[in-house]
């Protein structure tokens, strides 16, 4: 092949992890197990991968020790990938699941088995013994275990036991004193490749600073490659980090939803090769293992065919400014999701106590935001971008003229009449306490789209005159709906802009919150009925666009379920603990349980809400709820959640 076409056909892998195993040669149908790896060889023949996906570039092989035989067996894990069967196939146990799962998980006199995984990172090349978030083995057969494994292991001691579980953290001292340990803060840093949303794509490649995102310039065109964190993803064909992402953080998020090809990948800003593609049209394809980028033939994307802009409900008559539980989800439609599902959180009750949300909080409907266009003249500037096409495809007009839009929704005075009644609202509701007031739009905090972080809130104080009056915090949260970056966020997906309408949530301000966090009512990293994803960090420290180098506390807890599986031990996976606090949990173990079992209340009002019985499977189904841990006078702690919309990603 010549030089030249080589070059433009040179493809560049960049991978986080390479599954060896496909180019390996199969292990034999009828092997089942080793009862000794002599060699990487060995392990190579029959390692499988991990049940979950809390990790990449992870290999494993499953271990049984049978304590009554003394007996050691490596599974062949591609065709065993449970433990219960090949206890039951080539043991010939004769107990049924829930029986084997009871006996052999935690310290029981009838445990037959000690049940692990042996695993392999390729990213830092070493070995490292786990157990299930279920289990937690007795000092005596940690000993008999590893004695074991060390006399069967062709590297003998050259492993070290994870410490990720619930029970095996309160026990690190202990293990710490006899064996090498290993933290999921460990594995989390090693990590070099992050898929997001997997998929294939085209553009121009371009490699930028988070902070130049905020200039809203239109990359729509482009596959960007961003160094650092940013809440601002603009639309674009293609998004690579250089940082790891939670999945709960707004690159996520967003992309998720715009279903954009995206990923994270350590030091690409330092891949040569990747950088003499710069500026060239190139193919972006992002999967399970690995991302590459390549020089794509043509000159660049083609134009999509235009298709009429989908209309958003509404109702502009309602106006009482209402108490939030006078209303339901049924009001969505005068007061935005976000305030209506508010409500329906403080109808939630769990052990027959209501949830902790904010207290007196009210919803300013559509209508007062419609009166303020009307009043003032602004609905013809609104009226007059969205005919004019040459500003819809030019961005820098585009761009003035929304800020056009916003200074006059932000300079004209309200109604006194309204202003009045909101302020009397809140002197009577929150006394002299600083104000919260928040976005509740007809287009955010949905199941086909969430919005996350295009609108604003804004905090106001009574009696205060200037910046920080309440007056002009409802006017900010009224002209984000104006943004560049929401307007184009909408413009991706279609919306019909002109029947786009602010609502506004009100409550009082927390400043004082220990903790803050999101959670996934289900488990992203494994297919399992069990597990609530839930990101938390030291308090006001952001979850979802944390600073750069920031880590957030990560953990996966089983305790959504009595099963006596994960019940018993009150189960947890950790991922990685808060870069604030890298020595354990934010929250101990009696919160978390609360936590999970109120968030489990959440998930379950809201299947039965929207109905979804015979239309979604329950597993499947999960809420996006933001919370806080605040601590009162008198020390003690209280879980506040403040916002819950569906997560479809």
């Given at each position: 092949?010549?030089i030249?076409?080589k ?13 060896s195993?496909?180019?390996q ?6 092997l089942?197990?080793?009862s ?42 591609i065709k ?25 998980y ?9 049940l ?10 070493n070995y ?10 007795s ?14 292991f062709?590297?003998k ?5 994870l ?12 293990i ?39 200039q ?10 961003i ?29 998720n ?57 509404s ?10 539980n ?26 027959k ?20 266009l009307?009043?003032n003249?602004?609905s ?19 761009d003035?003229?929304?800020k ?74 009224w ?43 289900k ?5 399992v ?32 379920t ?32 609360l ?7 959440i ?12 239309k ?14 605040v ?19």
């Amino acid at each position: 092949m010549p030089i030249l076409r080589k070059r433009f056909l040179l493809l560049f892998f960049l991978q986080g992890f390479t599954l060896s195993f496909f180019s390996q040669t199969s292990p034999s149908k009828s092997l089942t197990h080793l009862s000794e790896l002599k060699s990487r060889k060995d392990f190579d023949l029959i390692k499988g991968l991990p049940l979950t996906e809390n990790f990449k570039g992870i290999e494993c092989v499953k271990v049984i020790y049978e304590l009554a035989t003394k007996k050691i067996f490596y599974l062949e894990s591609i065709k065993y990938k449970w433990h219960y069967r090949f206890a039951f196939d080539v043991l010939n146990d004769p107990d049924e699941l829930e029986d084997f799962n009871e006996k052999n998980y935690g310290i029981n006199e009838g445990r037959k088995y000690i049940l692990a995984t042996f695993n392999y990172n390729i990213n830092t090349k070493n070995y490292f013994l786990q157990f299930s978030v279920a289990d937690n083995p007795s000092a005596e057969m940690l000993d008999e275990l590893m004695a074991k494994l060390r006399a069967t292991f062709y590297e003998k001691d050259n492993f070290k036991i994870l410490l990720n579980s619930t029970a095996l953290l309160s026990r690190k001292k202990e293990i710490a004193e006899k064996f090498g340990i290993l933290t999921s803060d460990e594995l989390f840093r090693n990590q070099r490749y992050q898929p997001i949303c997997q998929g294939k794509t085209k553009g121009i490649l371009k490699f930028i600073q988070a902070d130049s995102l905020k200039q809203n310039i239109n990359y729509s065109q482009c596959i960007l490659i961003i160094k650092g964190n940013s809440n601002e993803i603009p639309v674009c064909k293609g998004v690579i980090t250089d940082e790891f992402q939670t999945p709960l953080s707004h690159i996520c998020l967003l992309t998720n939803n715009r279903k954009t090809p995206s990923a994270a990948m350590k030091s690409i800003f330092e891949n040569d090769s990747i950088r003499k593609l710069e500026n060239k049209f190139v193919e972006l394809t992002v999967n399970d293992e690995k991302m590459s980028i390549r020089a794509a033939k043509g000159k660049g994307p083609g134009k999509q065919a235009e298709s009429k802009p989908i209309k958003i409900s509404s109702d502009t008559t309602a106006f009482l400014l209402a108490n939030l539980n006078t209303l339901s989800y049924s009001n969505k439609n005068a007061y935005g999701s976000k305030v209506c599902n508010l409500a329906e959180l403080k109808k939630i009750k769990y052990q027959k106590k209501s949830l902790n949300t904010p207290a007196n909080a009210f919803g300013i409907p559509f209508r007062y935001y419609c009166e303020h266009l009307k009043n003032n003249n602004i609905s013809p500037l609104i009226i007059a971008l969205l005919n004019d096409s040459i500003a819809l495809n030019n961005d820098s007009i585009l761009d003035k003229r929304l800020k056009k839009i916003e200074k006059a929704i932000r300079k004209n005075p309200l109604s006194q009449k309204f202003i009045d009644e909101v302020t009397a609202l809140c002197k009577k509701n929150f006394g002299n306490k600083k104000i919260r007031f928040r976005s509740s739009s007809n287009c955010e905090d949905e199941g086909n789209f969430n919005g996350a972080g295009l609108y604003t809130s804004k905090s106001g104080i009574l009696g205060d005159t200037g910046k920080k009056s309440i007056e002009n915090a409802i006017k900010k949260v009224w002209a984000s709906l104006w943004s560049n970056r929401a307007f184009k966020e909408r413009a991706f997906f279609n919306f019909d802009h002109s029947t786009v309408y602010m609502g506004i949530l009100v409550h009082e301000a927390v400043d004082n919150e220990a903790i803050n966090g999101v959670a996934i009512t289900k488990n992203l990293y494994r297919n399992v009925l069990y597990g609530f994803v839930i990101n938390i960090q030291k308090g006001e420290e952001a979850v979802v666009s944390p600073k750069a180098n920031m880590v957030c506390e990560q953990v996966v807890s089983y305790m959504n379920t009595t099963n006596n599986f994960y019940f018993e031990n009150r189960s947890a996976d950790w991922i990685s603990f808060s870069s604030l606090n890298p020595a354990g949990s934010l929250l101990s173990n009696d919160e978390l349980f609360l936590l999970t079992r109120q968030l489990e209340s959440i998930k379950q009002h809201f299947y039965k809400l929207y109905a979804l019985a015979g239309k979604k499977d329950y597993k499947s189904f999960a809420m996006d709820i933001e919370f806080k841990v605040v601590e009162g006078e008198d020390k003690k702690r209280k879980i506040i959640f403040k916002q819950a919309r569906p997560f479809n990603n």
